[in-house]
């Protein structure tokens, strides 16, 4: 079974930063792209960035562009999310998900159940 | 805010059939048929009912189906059922290489 198992969350300070990291099994992580979507409080889901299986084609949310990155290590199945400059804003759980192919137009049947991120002072 | 529209919520009773559109542009839902809905009930994950603008999931009930017409996609839901009750999410892959959430609709089952 494909299992995404985020963490890394936690309470941070407006301005301050956070590594999330998601540990894939029960798939060829080798051949999927991978997302992070976000949910904050009483809000909608909204996708944050995604990456190709290389890692060597990354894109972002606008919101969030210029101050995360996304990275993996395809020796270690895992997906990180560096996230800097966080302000309220950026207060969610974040989702790591699964595309269910190479490029990250294909859909995203996997979702790990989230690591929650509190930016506050 | 997201750029593609949802109504913020639905409403219908046991057995009738519901629509949920999903409104944007043609840099998001009217670039390409990479569409997808999500099911979402609280305190879980979300789960991908329709993709690829109406092809459904093994496993996922017939009663739900999907279509897109221009800038708008749109999902149904017949024979609605107590277990429907959800937050319902549009979603789609844009020329930018991004995708991009519609603001997601809560579905009352009355």
């Known amino acids: 079974d494909v299992e995404l198992l985020e963490s890394g969350g936690g309470l941070v300070q407006p301005g301050g930063s956070l590594r999330l990291s998601c540990v894939a099994s029960?798939?060829?992580?080798?051949?999927?792209?991978m997302s992070w979507v976000r949910q904050a409080p009483g809000k909608g889901l909204q996708w944050v960035s995604g990456?190709?299986?290389?890692?060597?084609?990354?894109s972002y949310a606008d919101s969030v562009k210029g101050r995360f990155t996304i990275s993996r290590d395809n020796s270690m199945n895992t997906v990180y999310l560096q996230m800097d400059s966080l302000t309220a804003e950026d207060t969610a759980r974040y989702f790591c998900?699964?595309?269910?192919?190479?490029?990250?137009?294909?859909?995203?049947?996997?979702w790990g159940q989230g690591t929650l991120i509190s930016v506050s002072s | 805010q997201s750029a593609v529209t949802q109504p913020a919520s639905v409403s219908g009773s046991p057995g009738q059939s519901i629509t949920i559109s999903c409104a944007g542009s043609?840099?998001?839902?009217?670039?390409?048929?990479?569409v997808s809905w999500y099911q979402h009930h609280p305190g879980k994950v979300p789960k991908v009912i329709i993709f690829?603008?109406?092809k459904r999931p093994s496993g996922v009930s017939d009663r739900f189906s999907g279509s897109k017409s221009g800038n708008m996609a749109s999902l149904t839901i017949s024979g609605l059922q107590a277990e429907d009750e959800a937050d319902y999410y549009c979603?789609?892959?844009?020329?930018?290489?991004?995708?991009?959430f519609g603001g997601g609709t809560k579905l009352t089952v009355l």
């Open positions: 043609s840099f998001d839902i009217g670039a390409y048929d990479h």
């Open positions: 029960g798939f060829s992580f080798t051949m999927s792209a």
């Open positions: 690829e603008v109406s």
């Open positions: 998900v699964r595309v269910s192919g190479i490029l990250l137009l294909f859909p995203m049947f996997h």
């Open positions: 979603d789609a892959y844009t020329p930018r290489g991004t995708r991009v």
């Open positions: 990456i190709s299986p290389t890692g060597g084609t990354t």
